[in-house]
């Protein structure tokens, strides 16, 4: 019955979806036909109302970025154009806009090198991404409880069963340890890119609280922490402070 009433929704659902993407594929095109003649709202309205739809693509976040370069939105568009990036490192297209909207950016800062444990981390996410680290170190546990059982229960016990036990709960323990620190203090904080004019970092989440530095419309920066209203930052050079979550726009 069950299993009769998974295949009942699904025959529901699936031509509403297919449906919804034809529709979206259809606001994409006129999203595209009005960037081309320069109607620049119009097409950020269709492109707008694909992107709520849940289609994501990279030609769809390059024609967002294109419609806000002309309207002068430079954070908004070197916002979408680092999207367009991460679905599509190699476009040239993408990598050519890029630089000249980084060309606009007012921020000249120099940048921090990353320290060497955050580098290494980086590489063993990259080499061993957290959730296989931590399935395999789950099953490396259970490998261990039953090596463990084996030699309590039916006194199976031995060089090669004492070395397989130890590696089990060694292994299986750096890899949980790897999943739980790079879940909890990820190796890439969450970046985004500043939308207004100029924003003033300050000490304290607060308007009143001492400022820090100012910084400009379409620097990409770090977001170390955050509140309900308000976001703590780092610019590439190592500054910290808090600015208004809504002045930023995330990657």
């Known amino acids: ?54 289609w994501e693509s990279d030609g769809l976040f390059y024609n967002m970025a294109l419609a806000h370069y002309r309207l002068d939105h430079l954070g908004q568009a070197v916002r979408y154009l680092e999207k367009a990036r991460a679905l599509n490192e190699s476009d040239p297209r993408i990598l050519h806009s890029l630089t000249i909207a980084n060309q606009r950016q007012a921020d000249r800062f120099s940048t921090l090198p990353d320290p060497f444990w955050q580098s290494a981390q980086a590489w063993l996410v990259e080499w061993i991404p957290v959730r296989m680290a931590f399935l395999v170190g789950v099953l490396c546990w259970f490998g ?19 070395r397989g036990r130890n590696t089990a709960f060694a292994v299986g323990l750096i890899l949980i340890v790897h999943a739980l620190a790079s879940s909890f203090w990820p190796p890439h904080p969450d970046r985004s890119v500043v939308l207004s004019d100029t924003l003033v970092l300050r ?49």
């Open 144 to 162: 261990f409880v039953g090596t463990w059982l084996a030699r309590t229960v039916a006194n199976m016990d031995g060089e090669w069963w004492r």
């Open 1 to 54: 019955m069950i299993r009769f009433l998974a295949i009942a929704v699904l025959l529901t659902f699936a031509p509403m979806a297919r449906a919804q993407d034809a529709a979206s594929v259809r606001t994409f095109d006129e999203g595209t036909a009005a960037l081309i003649d320069g109607r620049f709202h119009d097409a950020l309205r269709a492109f707008e109302t694909v992107e709520m739809n849940g």
């Open 203 to 251: 000490e304290q989440a607060s308007p009143d609280a001492t400022e820090v530095v100012e910084v400009h419309e379409g620097l990409i920066v770090e977001v170390r922490a955050s509140s309900p209203d308000w976001d703590l930052i780092e610019i590439p050079n190592g500054t910290r402070g808090w600015v208004p979550a809504s002045s930023l726009g995330d990657i």
